[in-house]
């Protein structure tokens, strides 16, 4: 993936943060954005690491979402808590924002991969052997 696709992940996440933070409850909507916008800047190495190796096929979209649910637990909400959420909607709300960072990823992968298919990975594979 080029760096403008890099940087058209970071603008869908900032979409999406914004399409979550809509569909929140009016109480927690500033709170949620900002806490979504913490956790992918604090997210923000990883994401560019698991990006490239995606695109240098390294990783897989499980191995992927495996990586991504493994932050889970360091994801904080500070914001969030301090609403005295119930437990059970501030889980809600971190499986939300690893949902989003996901399909960001995951779509900007895939368009890239139609868009610039690699000669290394098609070599090798015979026509008749992918249908």
Same mark, same amino acid.
Request: charged fraction near 30%.
């Given at each position: 993936?080029?760096?403008?696709?890099?940087?058209?992940?970071?603008?869908?996440?900032?979409?999406?943060?914004?399409?979550?933070?809509?569909?929140?409850?009016?109480?927690?909507?500033?709170?949620?954005?900002?806490?979504?916008?913490?956790?992918?800047?604090?997210?923000?190495?990883?994401?560019?690491?698991?990006?490239?190796? =995606?695109?240098?096929? $390294?990783?897989?979209?499980y191995?992927? +979402? /495996? &990586?991504?649910?493994? #932050?889970? !637990?360091?994801?904080? =909400?500070?914001?969030? $808590?301090?609403?005295?959420?119930?437990? +059970? /909607? &501030?889980?809600?709300? #971190?499986? !939300?924002?690893?949902? =989003?960072?996901?399909?960001?990823i995951?779509?900007?992968?895939?368009?890239? &991969?139609?868009?610039?298919?690699?000669?290394?990975?098609?070599k090798?594979?015979?026509?008749?052997?992918?249908?």
């Amino acid at each position: 993936m080029t760096e403008l696709e890099l940087n058209l992940i970071y603008l869908q996440l900032e979409r999406e943060i914004n399409l979550l933070s809509q569909s929140t409850m009016v109480t927690y909507r500033s709170a949620i954005k900002e806490d979504a916008q913490l956790v992918i800047s604090e997210l923000k190495i990883d994401i560019d690491k698991w990006v490239s190796h =995606l695109n240098e096929r $390294k990783l897989t979209c499980y191995e992927l +979402e /495996k &990586l991504l649910e493994s #932050k889970r !637990d360091f994801i904080k =909400l500070t914001n969030i $808590k301090k609403k005295d959420i119930d437990p +059970e /909607k &501030l889980d809600a709300f #971190k499986s !939300d924002i690893l949902r =989003l960072i996901a399909k960001s990823i995951f779509n900007t992968y895939l368009n890239s &991969l139609f868009r610039n298919p690699t000669p290394s990975s098609t070599k090798g594979i015979k026509k008749e052997n992918l249908f």
